[in-house]
């Protein structure tokens, strides 16, 4: 795949820009590109995160909200499991995310609840770099 990637040049500038993101390593890159297929088929960060299960939908019924809010079981399993991983290794050696994990985890939250937004966060961040044309920058 990286040698399909290093022979087109705007693959090439998609990759990098993805790689550009803290915890986005290359099988993260690889596999958005192929799904998205280079982000011409899919480049608003919700409707990615959709796809991939993990934005959150509340369980409602009527007018009232009954039970927690979950993620949507007709996902793209095989994305999911990549993103989970990249967003283990994000909590681990990114300092944003790790302090973003700790406080929301010392807020009370659960720790698989914070796990899914980590994996939000580096989707639109991925998405966010794509669109903006630009590497990522730490604030």
């Keep these: ?7 087109d040049a705007e693959l090439k500038r998609k990759y990098d820009l993805l790689t550009s993101v803290k915890g986005v390593g290359k099988v993260l890159a690889i596999s958005l590109l192929v799904y998205t297929q280079g ?7 919700r409707k990615l995160a959709c796809y991939c299960g993990v ?4 369980y409602r019924s009527g007018t009232s909200v ?3 809010t979950g ?18 290794s994000s909590i681990r050696n990114n300092g944003e995310m790790k302090t973003y994990f700790e406080r929301k985890v010392g807020e009370g ?4 609840s914070v796990l899914n937004a980590v994996r939000n966060k580096l989707l639109h961040q991925a998405v966010a770099v794509i669109k903006r044309g630009t590497p990522y920058e730490v604030r």
Aim: aromatic residues 10%; positive net charge; proline residues 2%.
């Design 1 to 7: 795949m990286q040698q399909f990637i290093a022979k």
């Design 39 to 45: 982000f011409t088929r899919m480049d608003d960060g």
């Design 55 to 58: 934005a959150p939908f509340e």
């Design 66 to 68: 009954i039970g927690r």
């Design 71 to 88: 993620v949507s079981k007709f996902a793209n399993k095989e994305l999911k499991q990549v993103l989970h991983m990249a967003a283990l």
């Design 109 to 112: 939250k659960s720790k698989m």
